[in-house]
């Protein structure tokens, strides 16, 4: 009987443990257009343990679901700036930037402006 339930108890934390693998963030990623938004979750989706990535185009906020023993915020980070995108804490190099198509570049109030109208 002793035997049983200590397998019980095991398969029990092992299940909620389990469960727990999958952390939810959101973080604020500068974009302008559908091209970005394609660029950064493609990004996303690159980086191995992303599981769903949802950029929004008018909040610049990027939601993010991951299994955190694979990968992490700052590595989501890393791939989403390798692409020419900004994030909060961490910015694209210049020439990762200047990769991004000229209707993609958020750093110039013109280009911001054309989106906007």
């Not at 959101?26 to 990004?43: H, P, Q, T, W």
């Not at 299994?67 to 190099?93: E, M």
């Not at 930037?97 to 000229?102: F, I, L, P, Q, R």
């Amino acid at each position: 009987m002793k035997k049983i339930i200590i397998v019980l108890t095991v398969l029990v934390s092992t299940i909620t443990f389990a469960q727990n693998k999958n952390e939810k963030a959101s973080l604020e990623v500068d974009g302008v257009c559908l091209m970005c938004k394609s660029r950064i979750e493609k990004a996303c989706f690159g980086t191995k343990g992303v599981k769903s990535a949802v950029w929004d185009v008018k909040t610049h906020e990027l939601k993010l679901i991951y299994d955190a023993r694979k990968t992490d915020l700052k590595t989501i980070q890393k791939s989403v700036a390798a692409v020419g995108h900004d994030s909060k804490g961490l910015k694209a190099t210049d020439e990762a930037y200047n990769s991004v198509h000229a209707c993609c570049k958020y750093r110039d109030e013109d280009v911001k402006d054309d989106h906007n109208d």
